[in-house]
């Protein structure tokens, strides 16, 4: 089982830090399945996880919930974008 | 041609980075300029201690990138410059900064205006306003939208 | 509300200008400016040498000034800037700077935009473009009566 | 009758020099008078203040050709303005 670095920005990251190490179940797995496994284990972040404004990114890019993932690859957790 | 791109931590000085724009150029006649400042008071009227902008990096910069890769696309514009803070911004000192020149100044203009709604709505930040009793996360305005919304339907075959 | 206006025979420098135009703002949050260049063509395509801007001392500060007041009764600005040469120019010198502030940007793109329009029809200046085998004296263009004429339907009842 | 100065700006200070005395012969003159009786007085600048193109100015403001001037006030000939 892959150990996983996990990003957060914005409000997200002054709540859980600016990432956390968390175990890959599976994978590939979708972004959907990821957030209810990554729940499972990490309760203080599970409401940013189920939060549907909250969105993924996949190395740099905002993926939706279909989206597979591999551990390796840097996912991060971000809340809506307040702009420049 | 020339897009340039810089997240700035520390600093950012609109004079010595329009002189820079200015000693760079060849041969065009116009440029425009957008200097944002923090301004000391939110929208409903606290004071503001500051303004921290927390970046993703990487994903910040491609988004200001592909901002800017959109405007030289629509407009006649040489060169673009922009030049974003991230950190923490004190009341009064420079957010943004960007610069565009032309061989004419209409398309200056419209470049720099277009630049700054877009930023606006789609550039990679998270902004938090700290006040002296506390500090929140703000999220894009419906105001925001609208002014991006303004170039969706002009010059739509450039 | 602050309206500044400089003829400057000598040396007219965009970033000091700017830095300057910053640093006595009241807590606005957004600044345009606007620099002109001298382009090293005519519209022609000849090389130029010089630009000579010959000016009627008080009549031209005074186009200057009406144009200036016009913006700040059209447009939400609270500072405008207008630093405008005078006498020879040499080929990628400034021969004009503008900037405007205001809480919100686009006031501040607005009336920047608008004042360089009237500038460029109504400023009490007589320009010579010189050439390595000559000079003339040139008129106002076609698209400089145009590009004024943006301004003339709307904002009617501001 | 009374010296008086008359500018010129742009293409006619480079033609005529930057100012000339004339005389005033009478006043108060209209502009279009004034023009007549220039004309026969400095036959170089003729041209200048026949071309209808060419405006006066009093005290630094434009005037038409009916305008009423007198010995004492700035009087100025400019050809049209080129702008900033």
Redesign the interface.
């Known amino acids: 089982m892959a150990q996983q670095k996990i ?1 957060f ?3 997200l ?2 709540q859980l830090g600016r990432s956390r190490e968390v175990e890959m179940v599976e994978e590939p797995i979708t972004i959907r399945d990821l957030r209810v496994a990554l729940a499972a284990q990490a309760v203080d972040f599970a409401d940013a996880l189920v939060d549907p404004r909250v969105r993924a ?1 996949v190395d ?2 905002i993926v939706t919930d279909d989206a597979l993932v591999r551990a390796g690859q840097e996912i ?1 957790f ?7 | 041609m020339a897009i340039t791109i810089r997240l700035e931590p520390e600093n950012l000085q609109p004079d010595a980075e329009l002189r820079a724009f200015i000693t760079s150029l060849n041969g065009d006649g116009a440029v425009v300029s957008f200097t944002g400042l923090m301004r000391p008071t939110s929208k409903e009227g606290e004071a503001l201690t500051g303004l921290f902008l927390d970046h993703y990096p990487g994903m910040t910069e491609r988004s200001i990138s592909d901002i800017a890769t959109d405007a030289a696309a629509k407009f006649a514009v040489e060169d673009i410059l922009i030049i974003h803070r991230c950190g923490l911004v004190l009341p009064g000192a420079a957010i943004v900064f960007v610069a565009t020149s032309s061989p004419h100044r209409r398309a200056a203009f419209e470049a720099a205006d277009y630049l700054m709604d877009r930023l606006k709505s789609d550039a990679g930040f998270w902004k938090r306003e700290d006040t002296a009793t506390g500090s929140h996360w703000i999220e894009p305005t419906a105001q925001d939208a609208k002014d991006k919304e303004r170039w969706s339907n002009i010059h739509a075959g450039n």
Chains 1, 4 share one sequence.
């Open positions: 990003y920005f914005g409000r990251a002054e990114c740099g890019v991060a971000i809340p809506p974008l307040s702009g420049g």
